[in-house]
């Protein structure tokens, strides 16, 4: 059975920072491509940031684009995020996905969704 479990996340004060983890099982992830989308109350779910199966290249939002980092343990099966100079409009559920999507509506594996608050 496919699996995708995240850790991470939570309440933290602007410009603080969170890493997120969300680890692989029931298959062998590491020739996919994964990537993280956030969903914020009354918003649809939108794009983050993605890598790449060797994690040679990756790809961001432009909104998060030089304060978030995505990188991946290939052998741990792990994809993470780094965030960092949080804000308060960072606030969501964050999720994390096999593929390299733009659309929410193409990802077929989903993890389970992590909070994390932003306080100003």
């Known amino acids: 059975q496919v699996q995708l479990v995240q850790s991470g996340g939570g309440l933290v004060q602007a410009g603080g920072s969170l890493r997120l983890s969300c680890a692989a099982s029931?298959?062998?992830?590491?020739?996919?491509?994964m990537g993280w989308f956030r969903q914020a109350p009354g918003k649809e779910r939108e794009f983050v940031a993605s890598?790449?199966?060797?994690?040679?290249?990756?790809y961001y939002a432009d909104s998060v684009k030089g304060r978030f980092t995505i990188s991946r343990d290939n052998a741990k099966d792990t994809v993470y995020l780094q965030m960092d100079s949080l804000m308060p409009e960072d606030t969501a559920v964050y999720y994390c996905?096999?593929?390299?999507?733009?659309?929410?509506?193409?990802?077929?594996?989903w993890g389970q969704g992590t909070q994390v608050t932003v306080s100003s």
């Open positions: 996905c096999v593929g390299n999507y733009r659309n929410y509506k193409d990802v077929q594996y």
């Open positions: 890598i790449t199966w060797r994690g040679t290249n990756s």
């Open positions: 029931g298959r062998t992830w590491s020739s996919y491509n």
